[in-house]
């Protein structure tokens, strides 16, 4: 039973354009939402995240989007640079819970 | 600030052998959590801990132990390796007062069961 998705096990941009990144849940218990990147051999390390109040929230070219209704979150990259290239988790907290539940991933890659 | 530093990097087990991964936070965070991550998938929990003392199981508790003896140091216990526990292994930590429920990762540890 998987509660978070991220549908594309891959995406592939060029560099200076916008990367968007997918994730659906089903539980509408999360209250939080988060997304990490992670580079090969090393732990995941916190992106941005966005409350379950909030449609939207921005950090330099990070951008997360939360459509509630229909249980989907996705992740703008603007413009994307080859150092963006990795794999993404997306991540939800169920209420209260301290806990965090993870997607498979996005392996991102940014030609240049 | 060490962060949340995890030893060993890397070890090849036996069946049946068995062994304890390393986790130690210098962040002062009352929560720690251990994941197992497979290749193509996503993160699992297998345990994780509020506090001194306390400690509950995560979606794959099954194969593992823990222990909270101090705030800083989350030890893993591998009892009677199985290769289905070959994997990369992260210990993460967060401190739960602040708001954004972001959980701070170490490097992980490869495990390799043959």
């Known amino acids: 039973d998987q509660q978070v998705k991220q549908n594309s096990p891959s995406l592939s941009v060029q560099e200076g354009r916008i990367s968007i990144l997918n994730c659906d849940y089903t539980?509408?218990?999360?209250?939080?939402f988060l997304w990490y990147k992670k580079y090969p051999a090393e732990g995941p390390t916190f992106l941005i995240s966005?409350?379950?109040?909030?449609d939207k929230n921005e950090d330099g070219r990070f951008t997360v989007f939360l459509n509630k209704s229909a249980k989907h979150l996705s992740l703008h990259i603007v413009p994307s640079q080859p150092g963006d290239s990795a794999v993404y988790f997306c991540?939800?907290?169920?209420?209260?819970?301290?806990?965090?539940?993870f997607g498979q991933g996005t392996t991102l890659q940014v030609k240049p | 600030n060490a962060g949340v530093t995890q030893t060993p990097k890397f070890r090849i087990l036996k069946i049946g052998q068995s062994m304890t991964l390393q986790c130690t936070q210098d962040?002062?965070?009352?929560?720690m959590y251990w994941y197992r991550q497979d290749p193509g998938m996503g993160l699992k929990l297998i345990y994780y801990?509020?506090?001194?003392?306390?400690?509950d199981k995560g979606e794959v508790p099954n194969g593992y132990n823990v222990s909270r003896s101090t705030t800083e140091d989350f030890p893993l216990r591998l009892e009677l390796a199985a290769p289905s526990q070959t994997s990369v292994y992260f210990c993460?930590?967060?401190?739960?007062?602040?708001?954004?429920?972001?959980?701070?990762f170490g490097p992980g540890t490869r495990l390799t069961v043959t």
């Open positions: 993460a930590s967060t401190n739960p007062l602040k708001f954004s429920y972001e959980q701070y």
């Open positions: 539980n509408s218990m999360f209250d939080y």
């Open positions: 966005i409350s379950s109040i909030k």
């Open positions: 991540a939800a907290s169920p209420s209260n819970t301290g806990k965090l539940i």
């Open positions: 962040m002062n965070h009352n929560y």
């Open positions: 801990s509020v506090g001194a003392g306390i400690t």
